[in-house]
C-alpha cells in the first residue's frame, strides 16, 4: 500500500464537508519518488470529500497516485489489492472483500459490501479501478464502513477513482507498451483550452491487446488474459468564480475475449479427472467417464493423443476441454456530471450519472466439462430392456457431452446526488445530502449441450406434467430480471472544541427496495434409476423435464403482478416467481480526534454499517432471501510524521451480524444455491504503514495488515434435532470441516470458529526505490516484494476451498529525460515465476469416497499471471 504522492483532486470533488469516517490507514509518498529529495512530500485525499492532508484526517484510505502507480508498477486492481491491507480481489468474478465482508455472488439483487465509484459516481463493477495512471489521477481505497457520507451505503468500505481532468494549456502524452504473451497497449491524451473562456477539454484512448494466453489448451486456443479491450473518454470542464461544471462521457469494449471478468485466470481443477458417470448436483452425463475406460471401446472421441488424465496435474497451467471461451461487451458507456455552484458560505453540489453494460459469456461449462471429449457410448446391461430389444430398435446410448455455458448481464443504472456544504473557516462544518439509486438488470444463464438430439424433446417427469419442446437444447436455463432501488438522507457535523481536539458524529437513513421475477427450467438426462439409466434403456434413454418437480416446493416471495408460479415466462416451459421485499436502517459515524502537535493524530471512532437485504434470485430455490447485514465498527488509530520517517497505525473490532452467505443445498434431482444469514461473526485487526526516507534518494515502505475473523454462531443437539447455524457441506457432506464439529448423521456441521471467506489473516507489502541522478535525466529502480496469507472460499474451511499463502516479486527500471518530456520503462512481474492465488475459488467434484460421503472435491484456483516482462515508451508534450 505505497503512501502516494502529492495527489490533488479538482476543485469539483472538494466541496464537501470535515468528517471523519474511519481510521487513518494510507502511506505518505516521498519527494524522492520523482525528483531527489529525503523528505516526505504532502499527500492530499479526498477521503472526507473535502481536500486535506492525509496526515490531518482520520481516515483509512489508502491512496495510489498516478505517479506512485507508475514507478511501482501498480497497474492492476490486483497490484492495488496487494497493497492494501484488509482488501481481497476476485479478478475473475470482479469481487471485492474488504476485512471479510463481502459479496459472495454475482447476483445484482445481492448488494456488494464495497461500493465502487468513478469520479463519485456509484458503479457495479470494479474492472476500471485499473485503468492506467496516463487517464486516472487516484484511486483513493477507505476500509471499514461508510454509512453516512458517499451516495450508496457501504456495510465495507469503497474505492473511489479520480480522473485526470482538462487543462487550462495545451499538453498531452503517448504512449507504447510491449510485453510477451504477444501483449500490446498504444494509449494517448490530450488536453488544452477549446477557445470559449474557462471551458477546457481533455480527450483519451487506449488500445489494449493479448493475443496469447497464460494456460495451454491442449485441444484449442490457449487462455488467461487474452483480450483485445479499446476505450475512449472525453472530458469538458466549464469553471466560472461561482460554478464548477465537469463532465465525462467514455466507453469500452470486450472484443471477443479470453480473459477478463469470467475469463480463465485459473484451472478449474487441479486433480484428478472424475470418472464415474454420474456426479452429484448434475443434469447430465459427466464428460470425463471415458477416461476411466468404461465406455464402449471404439466410440470415445476427441481425446488427445496420449492424454489419459487431467493434464493440470503434471503443469497447473495446461488444460483440455473443447469450448473455449468467448467474452463480449458491446460499447459499455458511461457519463458522470458534478456541477457545484458557490454560495455565500457554502456550496451546491449535483453528481449524476448514467451507466450500462451487456456482458455476453460463453465459455465451457467448467463444473463437469474440463474435458476435451465429444462424444462417447455407454455400455448396456446385459438383459436389461435395451439389449433384449437390440439393434436396430436399441443401441447403445450415444452421449455428446460437450457443453456451453451462457452467461449475459445487462444491467442499467443512475444516480443523482445533492451536498449541500460549508464552506466558512469557522470551528463547525457540516454536510447534508440526498441521494437515489436505481438499476435494472437482466441475467440470463444456460447450460446446454448443443449435440445431444433427446434435450430437445423431453418426456415429462410424471403423467400429467408439462414438458413442451425444448428447440434450444439448452438442460439448464436460469433468468432473473429486476429494479433496484435506492434513497437516502444523511448529515455529518464536525465541531472543532479547541485547536487540539475535534468532535464528529454524523446520521443516515437509507431506503432499499428490490423487486424482479425469476425463471428456471431443469432437464435432466443422465440415470435418474435403474429402471430409467442408459444402461438399461440405451438410446431409449428420454431426457425428463423435472422442472415442476423442481419448484413444488418454492414459495413466492413477495408479490407482483404476476402469478407465483406459471409456465409463460420468456422461454419455453420454465417456471417463473415473483420476489419484492424493501428494508431500512439509520447508520451513522461518532469520533473524536487529537492533535497534541502539529506532527501526532490520535483519534477513536464508532461506525455502525448496514447492507440491504439480498436475493439470491435466478434459481427457483428456497431460502431465496436473506435479511439485511449490519455492522458496529469500532477503531482507534494513531500517526504520526517524525523527519524523514512517517508512522500510521490502528486497530478494529468489528461486531457483523447476519452476514449474507450462499450455501449449496441438494434440491430433487440436482444441487442448488440458497441465501442464509450467520447471525454473528467478528473481523478484528491491526494495520500499519511505515515510510522511512534512511538517505538521500532511497525510499523504504512497509505495510503490514492483520486480520482475524472469525464466524461465533454455533450449533448444537437439541432432543436429536440439530438447531443454531448448522450447515450442511454438499460438497463432502461426509467430511469434517477442519475446526468444526459434525452435529449429527446428516452431516449437518458448526461452522464457529471458521473464518469468513476470502479473509487472508496476514498480508505484507514491501517496497524499495533509489534514484540515481545524472547530467540529462534519471534513473529510477523500484522493487517489491509482496506476501498473502492463505484464504478460503466458503465457511467450511476444506483444504478444497483453500487458496494458499503465496509471494512475489516485482523489478521496475525508469528512466526519465530531463524537463520532464520522456520516459522509459523496463519491468518485469512475478520475476521467479511463483504460484499466487488471486482469491480462492473453491472446488469441484471426483469421485473418491471419503468418511460417510461418496464424492469429494479437487481445489480450483484463479491463478495470477505468471512471469511477465515489457519495455515502455512514454513521451509528453
Known amino acids: 500500500m505505497p503512501w502516494k504522492r502529492s495527489l490533488l483532486a479538482s476543485s469539483a470533488l472538494l466541496a464537501v464537508a470535515l468528517g471523519t469516517t474511519a481510521h487513518a490507514q494510507t502511506r505518505p509518498t516521498t519527494a524522492a519518488a520523482a525528483a531527489p529529495s529525503s523528505t516526505i512530500e504532502e499527500l492530499v485525499v479526498t477521503a472526507e470529500r473535502r481536500s486535506a492532508n492525509l496526515q490531518d484526517v482520520p481516515v483509512a484510505v489508502t491512496a495510489f497516485s498516478a505517479r506512485e502507480r507508475a514507478l511501482e508498477g501498480i497497474t492492476t486492481v490486483q497490484d492495488m489489492t496487494n497493497f492494501t491491507p484488509g482488501l481481497t480481489y476476485s479478478s475473475q468474478l470482479d469481487r471485492p472483500v474488504m476485512r471479510g465482508l463481502a459479496r459472495n455472488n454475482n447476483i445484482y439483487l445481492s448488494d456488494s459490501a464495497v461500493a465502487v465509484y468513478y469520479d463519485d459516481f456509484f458503479s457495479n463493477s470494479t474492472y476500471l479501478v485499473g485503468r492506467d495512471d496516463m487517464v486516472i489521477d487516484q484511486v483513493e481505497v477507505l476500509l471499514g464502513p461508510q ?32 510485453g510477451n504473451y504477444g501483449f500490446t497497449k498504444f494509449e494517448g491524451t490530450v488536453s488544452g483550452p477549446t477557445g470559449i473562456s474557462g471551458l477546457n477539454y481533455r480527450l483519451s484512448f487506449y488500445d489494449l491487446d493479448q493475443t496469447e494466453g ?14 483485445h479491450d479499446p476505450y475512449v473518454d472525453a472530458q469538458l470542464e466549464y469553471k466560472t468564480d461561482k460554478d464548477d461544471i465537469w463532465l465525462d462521457a467514455y466507453a469500452v469494449w470486450f472484443d471477443n475475449d479470453r480473459g477478463g471478468p469470467g475469463g480463465l485466470l485459473g484451472i478449474p481443477t487441479t486433480g484428478h479427472y472424475d470418472t464415474s458417470l454420474t456426479q452429484p448436483g448434475q443434469l447430465v452425463f459427466n464428460p470425463n467417464f471415458p477416461f476411466g475406460g468404461g465406455a464402449v471401446p471404439g466410440s470415445v472421441q476427441g481425446i488427445p493423443t496420449g492424454l489419459t488424465d487431467n493434464p493440470a496435474i503434471n503443469n497447473i497451467r495446461t488444460f483440455a476441454h473443447a469450448v473455449s471461451t468467448n467474452i463480449v461487451v458491446n460499447a459499455a458507456p458511461t457519463i458522470t456530471l458534478h456541477w457545484t ?41 446385459p438383459g436389461g430392456t435395451c439389449a433384449t430389444l437390440g439393434p436396430p430398435i436399441c443401441t447403445p446410448l450415444t452421449v455428446h457431452p460437450q457443453q456451453i455455458f451462457q452467461y ?18 469557522g470551528p463547525v462544518q457540516w454536510i447534508g445530502g440526498f441521494y437515489r439509486y436505481d438499476e435494472i438488470d437482466n441475467n440470463p444463464e444456460t447450460f446446454q449441450e448443443p449435440n445431444q438430439p433427446q434435450i430437445a424433446a423431453p418426456a415429462p417427469a410424471a403423467p400429467g406434467l408439462p414438458a413442451p419442446p425444448n428447440p434450444s437444447l439448452n438442460y439448464l436455463l436460469l433468468d432473473y430480471q429486476d429494479h433496484i432501488s435506492s434513497t437516502a438522507a444523511f448529515g455529518q457535523v464536525d465541531w472543532k472544541v479547541t485547536d487540539q481536539l475535534k468532535l464528529t458524529a454524523g446520521l443516515r437513513y437509507t431506503y432499499d427496495e428490490k423487486h424482479g ?15 430409467v439409466s442408459a444402461e438399461n434403456l440405451g438410446s431409449l434413454l428420454p431426457a425428463v423435464d423435472i422442472t415442476p418437480v423442481q419448484v413444488s416446493q418454492t414459495p413466492s416471495k413477495g408479490t407482483c403482478s404476476l402469478p407465483t408460479l406459471q409456465l409463460t415466462g420468456k422461454y419455453a416451459g420454465d417456471d417463473v416467481r415473483c420476489l419484492k421485499d424493501n428494508s431500512s436502517a439509520f447508520t451513522g459515524t461518532a469520533g473524536i480526534s487529537w492533535t497534541p502537535d502539529a506532527q501526532t493524530l490520535v483519534y477513536g471512532r464508532y461506525n455502525r454499517g448496514y447492507k440491504a437485504f439480498g436475493f439470491n434470485a435466478g434459481y427457483i430455490g428456497a431460502n431465496v432471501e436473506a435479511a439485511p447485514e449490519h455492522v458496529d465498527d469500532f477503531e482507534v488509530g494513531f500517526k504520526k510524521t517524525m523527519g524523514n520517517f512517517v508512522l500510521d497505525a490502528d486497530a478494529f473490532y468489528y461486531n457483523y451480524e447476519d452476514a449474507q452467505i450462499p450455501i449449496g443445498v441438494p434440491v430433487g434431482a440436482i444441487t442448488v444455491t440458497e441465501f442464509i444469514n450467520i447471525p454473528k461473526a467478528i473481523s478484528k485487526g491491526i494495520e500499519f504503514t511505515a515510510i522511512w526516507n534512511p538517505v538521500e534518494h532511497l525510499n523504504l515502505s512497509l505495510v503490514y495488515g492483520f486480520d482475524d475473523t472469525r464466524i461465533q454462531s454455533g450449533c448444537s443437539l437439541v432432543g436429536g434435532v440439530a438447531t443454531g447455524t448448522c450447515l450442511v457441506d454438499v460438497a463432502d457432506p461426509g467430511a469434517i470441516a477442519l475446526g468444526a464439529r459434525p452435529v449429527g448423521a446428516t452431516g449437518a456441521q458448526s461452522v464457529s470458529g471458521d473464518p469468513l471467506p476470502q ?17 540529462p535525466g534519471q534513473l529510477i529502480l523500484s522493487g517489491s516484494y509482496i506476501w498473502k496469507d492463505k484464504s478460503y472460499d466458503s465457511v467450511f474451511v476444506r483444504a478444497y476451498d483453500e487458496a494458499p499463502s503465496w509471494n512475489q ?3 521496475r527500471a525508469t528512466w526519465q529525460g530531463n524537463h520532464d518530456k520522456y520516459e522509459l520503462v523496463a519491468y518485469v512481474r512475478n520475476l521467479f515465476d511463483t504460484l499466487g492465488y488471486d482469491a480462492a475459488a473453491g472446488g469441484y467434484p471426483i469421485a473418491a469416497p471419503v468418511g460417510g460421503g461418496g464424492f469429494t472435491q479437487a481445489p480450483a484456483y484463479d491463478l495470477t499471471p505468471p512471469r511477465t516482462y515489457g519495455f515502455e515508451v512514454h513521451y509528453k508534450f
Open 809 to 811: 516479486v516485482d523489478l
Open 214 to 227: 497464460y494456460f495451454k489448451n491442449l485441444t484449442g486456443p490457449s487462455e488467461g488474459d487474452v483480450r
Open 517 to 531: 421475477q425469476e425463471e428456471a427450467r431443469y432437464i435432466a438426462f443422465q440415470d435418474l434409476s435403474a429402471a
Open 147 to 178: 454509512g453516512t457520507l458517499y451516495g450508496r451505503n457501504a456495510v465495507g468500505g469503497l474505492i473511489n477513482t479520480i480522473s485526470k481532468r482538462p487543462t487550462e494549456d495545451f499538453g498531452g502524452e503517448v504512449r507504447a507498451i510491449v
Open 759 to 775: 479473509a487472508p489473516k496476514n498480508k505484507v507489502a514491501f517496497n524499495a526505490n533509489y534514484t540515481f541522478v545524472f547530467d
Open 341 to 381: 455552484h458557490h454560495f455565500d458560505g457554502w456550496d451546491l453540489k449535483y453528481i449524476g450519472g448514467y451507466s450500462q453494460y451487456h456482458y455476453n459469456l460463453h465459455t465451457a461449462y467448467f463444473n463437469n466439462d474440463n474435458s476435451p471429449v465429444t462424444a462417447y457410448q455407454i455400455p448396456l446391461a
Open 408 to 425: 449475459e448481464a445487462h444491467p442499467d443504472w443512475s444516480s443523482h446526488e445533492f451536498d449541500f456544504s460549508s464552506t466558512t473557516e
